[in-house]
């Protein structure tokens, strides 16, 4: 099992910063992607970003040139540093992980992520006032 931790959300005014945290604990070693999600009030939750086991990092078009997603392998953690917010950025933010899967390409087989999360946190609130 693995158990993910949010943590740095607060309350900051439009054009502000606030940088995101998710530690995991528990079978850290069966964790191979991680993604941030984000609900915000009367929305339907929505996938802010994500880091694959390549290393390679992906943004939802409305955070991209603000949002920078970043994991410290040491530390096993994944950060979310969003700089320039806006209102339209309230919401509570989640940190999701999924393994890796095997599948084929041409007969070659290769490591991708899994298809859904396994594993989500409680989130944490990121509230911006105008």
């Known amino acids: 099992q693995v158990q993910l931790v949010e943590s740095g959300g607060g309350s900051v005014e439009s054009g502000g910063s606030l940088t995101l945290s998710c530690t995991p604990s528990?079978?850290?070693?069966?964790?191979?992607?991680m993604d941030w999600f984000r609900q915000g009030p009367g929305k339907e939750r929505e996938g802010v970003g994500g880091?694959?086991?390549?290393?390679?990092?992906n943004y939802n078009d409305s955070v991209k040139g603000r949002f920078t997603i970043s994991r410290d392998n040491k530390k096993n953690t994944l950060y979310l540093q969003m700089d320039s917010l806006t209102p339209e950025d309230t919401g509570m933010y989640y940190c999701?992980?999924?393994?890796?899967?095997?599948?084929?390409?041409?007969?070659?087989?290769?490591?991708?992520?899994?298809?859904?999360?396994?594993?989500w946190g409680q989130g944490t609130q990121v509230t911006v006032s105008s």
């Open positions: 999701a992980a999924r393994g890796r899967s095997l599948a084929y390409k041409d007969g070659i087989p290769y490591y991708e992520c899994e298809s859904e999360n396994k594993y």
């Open positions: 528990g079978n850290i070693y069966s964790i191979h992607c």
């Open positions: 880091i694959d086991l390549d290393g390679r990092i």
